[in-house]
Antibody, heavy 121, light 107 residues
Framework: EVQLLESGGGLVEPGGSLRLSCAASGFTFSNYAMSWVRQAPGKGLEWVSVISGSGMTTYFADSVKGRFTISRDNSKNTVYLQMNSPRAEDTALYYC??????????????WGQGTLVTVSS | EIVLTQSPATLSLSPGERATLSCRASQSVSNYLAWYQQKPGQAPRLLIYDASNRATGIPARFSGSGSGADFTLTISSLEPEDFAVYYCQQRSNWPRTFGQGTKVEIK
């Protein structure tokens, strides 16, 4: 069974930093791209970032480009989202999601339950 | 950035009725469109990918159609568990974008 478990969310001050993690199991992790998608409270879905299975290719939403980075450790079956200089508008539930493949389709067929990030002083 | 506009914002229907949801793109996305279902307190679930392909385990009452800039998700006969919010997403261009969602509620 495919499972994704996010962690690392919490309260962070504007301008601070936070690293989210997503531990995956139940599939050959290195074969699939992984995405982060967020949802502000009471709002819709917003795609944030994707990383290829090898980790060589990444893309970001314009709203986070230059502030967030994505990485993965295929030996640990884990993908990360490093959030630098977060803003109040980054407050959201952050989902980790597995690409259905092949390649970077960003159509995600398995999602974690999310980790909540609150940006506030 | 490609903008996806979903309509209507809310659809009020009864179980057993047919639901027709629309997603319009600001430019052609070919057939690179997906539909997701999200229930309160749950993560989204992939229903349809590449406009018309049902994802694994999705019931046949869900179907997708369209190409270019106009797409439709049809639920042929609503079951009680289908009342939820539905989102479309494109994978034609970067950055990927979602529509704002259509809520299907019980009438």
């Amino acid at each position: 069974e495919v499972q994704l478990l996010e962690s690392g969310g919490g309260l962070v001050e504007p301008g601070g930093s936070l690293r989210l993690s997503c531990a995956a199991s139940g599939f050959t992790f290195s074969n699939y791209a992984m995405s982060w998608v967020r949802q502000a409270p009471g709002k819709g879905l917003e795609w944030v970032s994707v990383i290829s299975g090898s980790g060589m290719t990444t893309y970001f939403a314009d709203s986070v480009k230059g502030r967030f980075t994505i990485s993965r450790d295929n030996s640990k079956n884990t993908v990360y989202l490093q959030m630098n200089s977060p803003r109040a508008e980054d407050t959201a539930l952050y989902y980790c999601a597995k690409d259905r493949g092949p390649g970077l389709t960003t159509f995600c067929d398995c999602w974690g339950q999310g980790t909540l990030v609150t940006v506030s002083s | 950035e490609i903008v996806l506009t979903q309509s209507p914002a809310t659809l009020s229907l009864s179980p057993g009725e047919r639901a027709t949801l629309s997603c319009r793109a600001s430019q052609s996305v070919s057939n690179y469109l997906a539909w997701y279902q999200q229930k309160p307190g749950q993560a989204p679930r992939l229903l349809i990918y590449d406009a018309s392909n049902r994802a694994t385990g999705i019931p046949a009452r869900f179907s997708g159609s369209g190409s270019g800039a106009d797409f439709t998700l049809t639920i042929s006969s609503l079951e009680p568990e289908d009342f939820a919010v539905y989102y479309c997403q494109q994978r034609s261009n970067w950055p990927r974008t979602f529509g704002q969602g259509t809520k299907v509620e019980i009438k």
